[in-house]
């Protein structure tokens, strides 16, 4: 078939029927695109010249943008504080009248949280029960889920599964539960500033030693005693209470409560953070030895008061224990840290434990000797026992007057009497019934009868070193002075 002529009028753009642009239109566009890149160009040679180090940008930061943005690191969490910390203390009903007052010597009420696990509901005669104690709980019954498998000591188990009751209390923004019985002195201010060094993120245990050997052996060197206090981060807390009764059944053998959180600890591969100040007390008699020695770093907490003469003697131990708290409610950071001065002149060392006592001996003797305690107390175990006998070294005490103290005990404190310092007064005891130091020169010091203390209303903070002290003050009158200062650096005291 012929095909059919088409007539094509002579204006028609076959550019346009196809969509191609027009050649002016590309020749504006080349325009537009040139005059732009000398415009970017002119305006990066602007800003390099400005700022040269963005010369040094790389390709591939300007290739991917995303790169340049800096993510800002999450802000540190504020330090802990004790709305941080939630007690959980354990006790019985039988004890508590005659064990209340250790606790409330320290308690805060509306401030410090936690409770006290009881054996049974308190009666009548205990209710209603005051605002000024822990709130109670009543521990449950563990005898059909643990101690029919194991046949442990019912006390123990309760004990140890106080952690689990505390943290089903389910108090908000916990990041340590501190664990203690009811006859457990604790101070919250240093409490708080020994959990400041560490991360309660992550798995933390934290306890003391017994001061005498053998409770360390029976049981474990690598255990926090419970009764002066162990802490438990919060993620810690959270993983052993899921696990708490299993691993508590997995220890049949086991007698002591502490000793079962330390196995499950090592269970899930956390290990004891051991501390100085936390004190056990496993000891018998007159402790003021120890106390009047203690080590550089603040004191946590003391226990077994009932298994131990009054820390003041003449005070009962109820009397003793708040006579202590008045010093503690002024200044917990510099409680008991032992100091070491002298009168050179008389030959004379004074020790003193501030808040406590301050012993004068009439020799030049170093920090490296007075620093042990003298042996005053009786160690937990006495029978069939050889030395040594406790943890740290001691000094036998003596009838020797060159090395018996004068021992003075803290009668009084001022807070801001003058010029912004704090005033400890210390009373002599009693006499110590033995002539002078004849090898120092014969400068007795049996006319003292008192010691005043100036201390600065400055808290002790973090690793600082102990204070050092001058005598300011002695003379044939029966009062000394002493003046605490900082230590200068690299100080001897000797």
Not at 226 to 233: N, P
Request: some cysteine; aromatic content about 12%.
């Amino acid at each position: 078939m012929p095909s059919k002529s088409i007539n094509i009028p002579s204006n028609f753009n076959t550019q346009s029927v196809l969509g191609f642009p027009s050649p002016s239109f590309l020749l504006n566009l080349c325009k537009i695109l040139v005059v732009a890149g000398l415009l970017l160009s002119s305006f990066s040679f602007f800003i390099i010249n400005i700022n040269p180090s963005c010369s040094h940008v790389s390709t591939n930061s300007l290739s991917n943008p995303l790169q340049n943005i800096v993510v800002a690191p999450p802000a540190p969490d504020p330090p802990t504080d004790i709305g941080d910390l939630v007690f959980g203390l354990v006790g019985s009903v039988n004890a508590w009248p005659t064990r209340r007052h250790y606790i409330e010597s320290w308690w805060v009420t509306n401030l410090t949280r936690g409770y006290m696990f009881l054996d049974v509901p308190p009666p009548e005669k205990l209710l209603p029960w005051p605002s000024t104690s822990p709130p109670y709980r009543v521990s449950e019954d563990n005898s059909e889920t643990i101690l029919k498998f194991t046949k442990q000591n019912d006390t123990m188990v309760r004990i140890a599964r106080s952690l689990l009751e505390t943290f089903k209390q389910g108090d908000k923004g916990v990041r340590w539960f501190v664990m203690g019985d009811d006859d457990s002195i604790f101070f919250l201010e240093n409490w708080i500033e020994l959990l400041r060094k560490y991360d309660h993120n992550k798995y933390v245990y934290i306890g003391g030693h017994s001061e005498s050997v053998l409770p360390n052996f029976i049981h474990s060197f690598e255990m926090g005693f419970g009764g002066a206090g162990v802490a438990f981060s919060y993620p810690l807390a959270q993983a052993l209470v899921p696990r708490l009764d299993e691993c508590i059944k997995r220890y049949p053998q086991l007698y002591a409560a502490d000793q079962m959180w330390q196995s499950c600890c090592a269970d899930i591969g956390v290990f004891l953070s051991p501390q100085r100040g936390i004190h056990q007390i496993d000891l018998h008699g007159d402790i003021s030895g120890l106390l009047s020695a203690h080590p550089p770093v603040p004191i946590i907490s003391l226990h077994h008061p009932e298994k131990v003469n009054p820390y003041f003697p003449k005070l009962d131990r109820k009397d003793s224990v708040n006579h202590l708290m008045k010093a503690a409610k002024v200044d917990q950071s510099r409680l008991l840290q032992q100091s070491v001065c002298y009168n050179r002149e008389n030959s004379w060392s004074f020790s003193v434990a501030w808040g406590y006592s301050v012993h004068i001996y009439e020799a030049m003797y170093p920090m490296s000797i007075l620093q042990k305690p003298l042996e005053t107390f009786k160690p937990w175990v006495i029978k069939n026992v050889v030395p040594p006998f406790f943890i740290f070294n001691t000094r036998w005490p003596v009838r020797d007057p060159c090395l018996a103290p004068h021992v003075f005990y803290m009668e009084s404190i001022e807070d801001g009497a003058e010029d912004d310092l704090i005033v400890t007064t210390y009373k002599r005891e009693g006499p110590r019934g033995l002539h002078a130091c004849l090898a120092n020169g014969n400068h007795s010091a049996d006319y003292v009868s008192n010691i005043r203390v100036y201390s600065s209303s400055t808290k002790l903070k973090g690793e600082s070193r102990r204070d050092c002290c001058d005598v300011v003050s002695l003379d044939e009158s029966n009062l000394v002075e002493i003046k605490y200062r900082e230590c200068l650096k690299d100080e001897v005291v000797a």
